[in-house]
C-alpha cells in the first residue's frame, strides 16, 4: 500500500492518522507541494484534481483524504474507527460533513493567513481573518455544546470524525488564535483527550 502526500498536509495527515489508529503503516510517497508536483502531468494522471493524498492499494487507486480513511478502515484489521450502531454512526458522518461544510474552510483561512503567509515574509489580511474567525467561532460553538455531553464526537467511541478535525485543530492552534479551542471547555478538554493519542503525535510530531 503507497500514500502518496506531504507530512504537513491536513488531508495527508487524517490518512496518517488512520492508519497509525489502525497500527498499520503504508509505503510513503513525498509529493513535493512546494515544488508543485501535485500538478505534474505525471501526478495528475493519477488524481485529475491534482491535489494530496493520493492512495494506491493491490492495483486498486483512489483519492479524497475522508474517503480514503473510511475505505482503510473497512479494509484493515485494528481497532473500529466506524461506529457500528446507527445513530452513533449517523452522528459520526454528520461532524465529518461539519468539518468540511462550516469548520475547516474557515479554519484554514486563518491558518493561511496567520501562519503559512508570515512564514513566507507576507503581511496577514486582517478583514478575512476577522470573518474566518467569526466563522470558526461559530463551528466551535456548535461542537463545543455537542461535546457537553459526549467524549467524542460521534458519542463516547474515538471515529474517523476526530481524526477529520485534528489536523486543522493543530494549526489553529499554533496561531494567536489558538484561543477559540482553549476558551471553549468541552472542545479545550476535547483536543487535549485526542491531540495526546500515540496516533496523532506520531502523525504531527
Ligand atoms: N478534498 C480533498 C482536498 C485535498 C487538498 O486540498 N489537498 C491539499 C493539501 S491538504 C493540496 O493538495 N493542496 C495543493 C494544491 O491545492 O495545489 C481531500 O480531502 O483529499
Redesign the pocket.
Known amino acids: 500500500m503507497k500514500v502518496h502526500g506531504h507530512p504537513m ?4 495527515r487524517k490518512v496518517l492518522t488512520t492508519l497509525a489508529e489502525k497500527g498499520h503503516e503504508a509505503q510513503f510517497v513525498l509529493v513535493d ?1 512546494m515544488k508543485g508536483e ?2 505534474s502531468p505525471q501526478y495528475m494522471a493519477k488524481h485529475p484534481f ?4 493520493f492512495l494506491e492499494d493491490d492495483g486498486f487507486t483512489m ?4 474517503a480514503i480513511s473510511r475505505y482503510l478502515d473497512a479494509k484493515l484489521s485494528g481497532p473500529k474507527l466506524v461506529p457500528s450502531d446507527l445513530p452513533s454512526l449517523g452522528r459520526m458522518e454528520q461532524w465529518m460533513s461539519v468539518e468540511q461544510s462550516y469548520f475547516s474552510p474557515h479554519c484554514m483561512t486563518i491558518v493561511m493567513e496567520m501562519f503559512f503567509k508570515p512564514m513566507r515574509g507576507g503581511k496577514p489580511d486582517l478583514d478575512k481573518v476577522s470573518k474566518a474567525r467569526d466563522e470558526t467561532a461559530k463551528a466551535l460553538d456548535v461542537v463545543d455544546r455537542a461535546l457537553m455531553t459526549q467524549g467524542h464526537l460521534a458519542g463516547d467511541i474515538f471515529s474517523l470524525a476526530d481524526i477529520c478535525w485534528m489536523p486543522y485543530l493543530q494549526y489553529l492552534s499554533a496561531t494567536p488564535h489558538g484561543t477559540l479551542i482553549t476558551e471553549r471547555p468541552h472542545v479545550k478538554s476535547w483536543w487535549q483527550r485526542i491531540s495526546t493519542r500515540p496516533s496523532w503525535k506520531k502523525v504531527s510530531g
Open positions: 498536509s491536513t488531508c495527508t507541494l501535485q500538478k491534482g491535489v494530496i493524498p483519492y479524497e483524504s475522508r
